[in-house]
């Protein structure tokens, strides 16, 4: 089983600066990593996919990188929209597991 | 528009059973996966299985076999969650989501459903 670590665990940031989000696989999965964002009392939304490429409808201040087995969510000039728990999970290996999550504060 | 929306709370005593629907539109809905995902109070999202909505053959994580069962009914483009010998620890929100752009990434999600185990 592939465990998913994500660093921090809070994240502070103030309005109009920049996030970035880690996340660990403990084997390599290539790309095949997603990230979610899941604001309180609503449905989680598919931010990622294939680590790096925005699900429809995303703006383009949210940026994913990386590949194997380090990966990053670049939140550029964070907005008052953007608090919430963002989580990732990989989906190239059985079973699909998702990280514990970062949540994101407004400072 | 594509939508999933699932059916509302449920308050369940200890050893009794519950299914939570997901009914889907806006899009062909053999064509796409269920994915079904868990929060439990406190905790973040855990990924417990799928279905395939053209067989209906369902898919377990391991920790939700035995008492969880994934079923559909194409014909009203829903598909289901049964827990049955309800316990504590099943207290949680559980969602559905359709599967895309990848096998295993969730794009529409439904709003969840509380499911509340207490005596």
């Known amino acids: 089983e592939v465990i998913m670590t994500q660093s921090p665990a809070t994240l502070s940031v103030s309005p109009g600066e920049g996030a970035t989000l880690s996340c660990r696989a403990s084997q390599r999965v290539g790309n095949y990593l997603a990230w979610y964002q899941h604001r309180p009392g609503q449905a989680p939304r598919l931010l990622i996919y294939d680590a790096s490429s925005r699900a429809a409808g995303i703006p383009a201040r949210f940026i994913g990188s990386g590949s194997e087995t380090d990966f990053s969510l670049t939140i550029t000039s964070l907005q008052s929209e953007d608090v919430a728990v963002y989580y990732c999970q990989q989906y190239l290996k059985w079973p699909p597991k998702l990280g514990q999550g970062t949540r994101v504060e407004i400072k | 528009q594509v939508q999933l929306v699932q059916s509302g709370s449920e308050l369940k005593k200890p050893g009794a059973s519950v299914k939570v629907s997901c009914k889907a539109s806006?899009?062909?809905?053999?064509?796409?996966?269920i994915n079904w995902v868990r929060q439990a109070p406190g905790q973040g999202l855990e990924w417990m299985g799928w279905?395939?909505?053209?067989?209906?053959?369902?898919t377990y994580v391991q920790g939700f076999t035995g008492r969880f069962v994934f079923s559909l009914d194409a014909s009203v483009t829903t598909a289901y969650l049964q827990i049955t010998s309800l316990k504590a620890e099943d207290s949680a929100v559980y969602y559905c989501?359709?599967?895309?752009?990848?096998?295993?990434?969730?794009?529409?999600w439904g709003q969840g459903t509380l499911v509340t185990v207490s005596s």
């Open positions: 989501a359709r599967d895309f752009p990848r096998h295993f990434v969730s794009d529409y």
């Open positions: 806006g899009y062909t809905f053999t064509s796409h996966a």
């Open positions: 279905i395939n909505t053209n067989t209906g053959e369902p």
